[in-house]
């Protein structure tokens, strides 16, 4: 049995400030269309579907220029709707692939060709694995690696902040390698701090060991929508830990969000503005991170 997830808003508040020009959303889902697409069997969850088209309508209505769309739970190891994307907008977009230790380098050097800049992998804590049935972890990473380096790629990872003390130093040593990107502000959890942890093992790695973080979905790390003020303390850390490693994020459509706690798209782009004064930073997040992580 899945969970259905509901749609996104589909009225985004204005933007203000408005962005600057060029700017990136770097965490998207695409799903579907589904009868082009099917899901895939025992996923977690069941999202409607949230083609190409609806993903630049909500770049538009951001005012954003450029997207990242990331593999996504309900298409498993299915990466035809990702790379569909990236066909239809290639200008716009580029993709992060969640692929097995077995996939060989013709396919993956295809896949750069269209526009994919990374893999996903997955760290996972034993108390937190229901929804995601497909993740790909470190025998992934090691076969992968060198198709990795020769292409210029990065590992992005979902992690539980709460096994990142115990990985630190395998992290530690893949960053210096390959650019290490963490969703979600490591998937810390907003309640418990910025002295837990999980959330100080994010800080050494993007401080000190040249990893890169996603100031994204602070809905996931914190429950006081929609402002979400808890979150922002661990959104100044990270920032501040290394302004020249980090981008942002959306997390369009927000899969596995309830209709109580679904975000505005909006919402989330006036709070990554204000919570980032500085429009020199602002740049660096929005528009020259991603530029040196994505484009190339």
Not at 192 to 218: I, M, T, Y
Request: charged share 20%; net charge negative.
């Amino acid at each position: 049995m899945t969970v259905p997830t509901p749609a996104p808003d589909p009225h985004p508040e204005p933007v203000s400030p408005a962005p600057p020009p060029g700017g990136w959303d770097c965490h998207a889902h695409i799903f579907g269309p589904s009868d082009q697409f099917p899901y895939a069997e025992g996923r977690g969850y069941t999202p409607p579907d949230a083609p190409p088209a609806h993903f630049l309508r909500h770049l538009d209505a951001l005012g954003l220029a450029r997207g990242v769309v990331v593999q996504a739970n309900a298409h498993g190891l299915d990466n035809r709707a990702m790379l569909a994307a990236l066909a239809a907008a290639p200008e716009r977009l580029r993709g992060v692939a969640i692929t097995p230790a077995g996939t060989d380098a013709a396919t993956l050097r295809a896949w750069h060709r269209a526009g994919v800049r990374g893999l996903r992998f997955h760290l996972f804590h034993p108390e937190h694995r229901p929804g995601y049935r497909r993740g790909v972890g470190w025998d992934a990473v090691e076969a992968l690696l060198p198709i990795m380096l020769e292409l210029g790629w990065h590992a992005q990872f979902w992690a539980d902040a709460r096994v990142l003390p115990a990985e630190e130093e395998r992290l530690a040593r893949l960053a210096a390698r390959l650019p290490v990107v963490f969703d979600h502000f490591g998937e810390s959890d907003a309640r418990e701090g910025l002295e837990a942890p999980g959330f100080q093992a994010l800080l050494r790695l993007v401080g000190e060991h040249g990893a890169w973080a996603k100031l994204s979905a602070p809905y996931r790390v914190s429950r006081r929508g929609p402002d979400y003020p808890d979150a922002r303390p661990l959104h100044e850390a990270v920032l501040c830990a290394a302004p020249e490693r980090v981008v942002w994020g959306s997390d369009w459509p927000h899969p596995q969000i309830p209709a109580e706690r679904m975000p505005n798209d909006g919402r989330l782009l006036n709070l990554l503005l204000a919570w980032t004064p500085d429009p020199a930073d602002r740049e660096r997040v929005l528009v020259r991170n991603p530029e040196r992580l994505y484009a190339p």
